[in-house]
């Protein structure tokens, strides 16, 4: 089907993102036989972080609303992936609504700052 992997695939590579890396991480912390599939989904998610918005071309508030929240749950999961180590922060979507991109910016602030205490500290 023309379009399969921008379109359909998006949003399957987009459900199994957020569903798998939340338990992957969880169960990170007890084995390392999940880190290759979690890897994978950590360099997958800047892609999808970037292809999404070509799916809400339009305007509308339900579009504006829909985008905002998928971006936001990627976001989310790029900081913990960020914060395990596994993926550089990707930058804030200009796509999202303003309290979200404030809220992102403002964690990637603050992991930041912890970081530069623990070099400090160290």
Known sequence: ??????GGQLFIDYINTTTEVPLLLKEAITTRQIQPRLTQLANDLPRLLRLLPALFPG???QSVACLSDMLSALHHLAGQLSLGGLMTRPAVSDSMVDVDRLHLLQGGAFDAFSAALEGATA
């Open 59 to 61: 305007e509308g508030v």
């Open 1 to 6: 089907m023309d379009g399969w992997e921008y």
